[in-house]
């Protein structure tokens, strides 16, 4: 079975602080997603990481870095958090498109509930 | 731009009743589609897909989902629900050419079974 982790279920952090998370999957997949889900408002994609050191720009950057340093792990930064950060960030993971028959599914870790105060 | 409706924020089904929840898409190419589950306190967990081909779909927990090109939908159906089906659910459409193809995700739809 695919395994996506988070660092942490959940994080409480102070205005201004800058917060760390932290994934990793363990199928040696290229392609990596970070989420933020909000209620009424879906899932949005932050940011996303083709391969190691690569990264794009999803829909909401703002606020946000990045990280791929390793295959395997794929990093959130938040420089300075802010109150309107407080969310629930999910963690995907997919393998490189080898064609058509290959699969396109994205796998999600548990999510990091986190808290600005 | 693509987009994924959900118009049902929550709906509520009796346990042993039938199910269709459902998706509109806007997108204008051929459609990757999908159906995802969270459980309370769980990350995604995907239930279906449509790539191409047969557009009735079958899935895992017994769902299925049938894409209507005419009408841009993409419901999700099952027969019988259980009270184990009781979460969110989340239509997606696979969004840019396959290689760096990005998920675009409804709002989603909360599902309550009652006894």
């Known amino acids: 079975d695919v395994k996506v982790t988070q660092s942490s279920r959940y994080l409480v952090k102070r205005t201004g602080e800058k917060v760390f998370l932290e994934c990793v999957q363990d199928m040696d997949h290229e392609n990596m997603f970070w989420y933020r889900q909000d209620p009424g408002l879906g899932l949005r994609l932050i940011y996303f990481?083709?391969?190691?050191?690569?990264?794009e720009k999803g829909d909401i950057p703002e606020g946000y870095s990045v990280s791929r340093e390793k295959k395997e792990r794929f990093s959130l930064i938040l420089e300075s958090a802010s109150t309107n950060q407080t969310s629930m960030y999910l963690c995907?993971?997919?393998?490189?498109?080898?064609?058509?028959?290959?699969?396109?599914?994205?796998?999600f870790g548990p999510g990091t509930r986190l808290t600005v105060l | 731009a693509q987009s994924v409706t959900q118009p049902d924020i929550h709906i509520t089904v009796s346990e042993g009743a039938s199910l269709e929840l459902r998706c509109n898409y806007s997108y204008g190419a051929t459609p990757y589609l999908f159906w995802y589950v969270q459980s309370p306190g769980q990350g995604l967990q995907l239930l279906l897909k449509y790539f191409s081909g047969d557009t009735l779909v079958q899935g895992i927990k017994g769902f299925e989902a049938e894409f209507k090109r005419s009408q841009s939908s993409f419901n999700l159906r099952k027969p019988s629900v259980h009270w184990s089906d009781a979460a969110e659910y989340f239509c997606a459409v696979g969004a840019g050419v396959p290689s760096f193809q990005k998920l675009v995700f409804g709002t989603g739809t909360r599902l309550l079974v009652s006894p």
């Open positions: 990481s083709y391969d190691v050191k690569m990264k």
């Open positions: 995907a993971s997919r393998a490189r498109y080898r064609g058509r028959l290959s699969t396109d599914t994205q796998y």
